[in-house]
């Protein structure tokens, strides 16, 4: 089944980043045809497999009605060519549609991607998901922990908070590691939402995050992916941004917010880096 959304004022930013879907039919579990919720339209809705989609595996059941992917909104007129539809589609069905799937079998974005959050930029090329915090956002406990690099055979999840609310975030859950309560403080997440400036690329993300974590080996093996630190330390940045991430290290340690050891310490990772 292909789903390619319009792009509209009225069309919901997320299906804007969307483009188009290709659901495979052993995705679906269900079809249904329903009364608009408002007059003159009907609904025709599919209603996918448990754990056959991670973009709505990532969601976590966050998303309103409009910005469902699966939830098609047709003029009531249309409503015999959608009866059609959704009886062809039902044909299709496989027979196991009730069982949740065994694996994912929509699929995600393919990498490189990335997205601008309020307080970083967030990077993924498939294998590393990299957060490069912005000194114009980024709190006193990220720039202290500076840049972050995490493979994915190093994760265990992700977590999506809606963009919609006040407090969205895109958090990863590294193996073993400690969760922080606030986002803003935690180098593991980037933050957005109300106030911080929408971000719909990052469902897309975090579900590519997320299926990349799926399918990477439960316990990978020590010498097989590199750490976040390695990973960091092979990393090379651009001068000008090193420079000003420095700039905004030196503002931190005239506050007083970073002691003269721990200005030195991150001082020395960063021109590291060049």
């Keep these: 089944m292909l789903i390619r959304f319009e792009r509209g004022i009225r069309t919901p930013k997320l299906f804007h980043v969307l483009g188009e879907r290709r659901v495979p039919y052993e995705a679906l579990s269900a079809v249904e045809l329903v009364p608009g919720g408002r007059r003159g339209t009907v609904v025709l809705r599919a209603l996918p497999r448990e754990g056959a989609d991670p973009l709505l595996e990532a969601a976590a059941g966050q998303l309103k009605d409009g ?26 069905l496989p027979e196991h549609r009730r069982k949740p799937a065994e694996h994912y079998l929509v699929a995600v974005p393919s990498p490189p991607q990335s997205f601008k959050a309020y307080d970083g930029k967030a990077s993924f090329d498939g294998r590393t998901v990299t957060f490069r915090w912005f000194w114009t956002g980024a709190s006193t406990a990220k720039w202290k922990a500076g840049d972050q690099f995490f493979p994915v055979g190093e994760l265990e999840g992700v977590e999506w908070r809606s963009p ?22 935690d180098p593991a997440s980037v ?36 750490s976040a630190a390695s990973s960091q330390q092979h990393h090379r940045s651009d001068p000008a941004d090193v ?17 003269d050891d721990e200005f ?8 590291a880096e060049l």
């Design 67 to 92: 910005s469902d992917p699966y939830r098609l909104v047709l003029p009531a007129e249309r409503e015999t060519l959608a009866d059609y539809y959704a009886t062809q589609l039902r044909a299709l």
């Design 243 to 259: 420079a000003e991430r420095i700039r905004h290290l030196g503002k931190l340690h005239e506050a007083g917010l970073l002691t």
């Design 191 to 226: 933050v957005f939402g109300l106030g911080y400036g929408s971000v719909y690329e990052s469902l897309p993300f975090a579900a590519s995050v997320l299926a990349a974590v799926r399918a990477a080996d439960p316990v990978p093996a020590p010498e097989s992916v590199p």
């Design 264 to 271: 030195t310490a991150k001082k020395a990772e960063l021109l």
């Design 164 to 185: 919609e609310g006040l407090s969205g975030h895109l958090r990863l859950r590294p193996r073993g590691a400690e969760v922080l309560a606030e986002a803003d403080q």
